[in-house]
């Protein structure tokens, strides 16, 4: 009687091989985004800026077009759209608090960013939601007494993307 002798490494590479040839295209993706109530466009109305911080609106409206690109959701006309969103920016800030470790003092430096949204669905002119507040923010902690202008431009960037991220989540929720 002959014995048959099977590499493992080998037989492990040929079931890899024939699953990926075989495969039926399924891909698990967490950051699939998907509109309520099935809608399948989008159009932004407006995007207002009621802060201090000069060019949020702008800086704002970039970010959330790459976002829903990103997504696959298209940013169409008003007429072509089946939501509506509008934002206004009503804050932007930045808070230095003190922190005290044992032999060192840490600045914890906080831009914070906040929108009021409405969501108002086209197809059937029905207000999805009003004036709901989305928050963005991002903290450094630094030994610095004071944060360089770059600094501060950075931290506002990245406020920026956690709060684009919050409206996204917030506009993709089932109302």
């Known amino acids: 009687m002959k014995h048959f002798v ?3 490494l080998l037989a492990l590479f040929y079931l890899s091989l024939a699953l990926i040839i075989s495969s039926c295209g399924f ?3 967490r950051n699939q985004v998907s509109l309520p109530n099935g809608a399948q466009a989008l159009t932004i109305l407006s995007i207002e800026n ?3 911080t000069p060019n949020l609106d702008i800086l704002l409206s970039d970010r959330l ?3 829903f690109n990103r997504a696959n959701i ?3 006309s008003p007429s072509r ?3 509506a969103l509008k934002v206004i920016v009503t804050q932007a800030d930045v808070q230095r608090n003190e922190i005290t470790l044992d032999t060192e003092i840490l600045y914890e430096y906080q831009s ?3 929108v009021k949204i409405w969501v108002r669905d086209l197809r059937n002119n029905k207000e999805l939601t009003s004036g709901n507040v989305v928050a963005g923010k991002y903290i450094r902690e630094t030994t610095e007494t004071s944060l360089t202008d770059f600094d501060l431009q950075e931290d506002l960037e990245l406020a920026l993307d956690n709060l684009t991220q919050n409206i996204g989540k917030k506009l993709t929720q089932n109302f």
Do not use: C, I, R
Request: glycine share 0%.
């Open 50 to 52: 009621k802060s201090f």
């Open 65 to 67: 077009s790459e976002f």
């Open 81 to 83: 759209a089946d939501l």
């Open 27 to 29: 891909q698990l993706n």
């Open 6 to 8: 099977v590499n493992p």
């Open 74 to 76: 298209p940013l169409q």
């Open 112 to 114: 914070y960013l906040q």
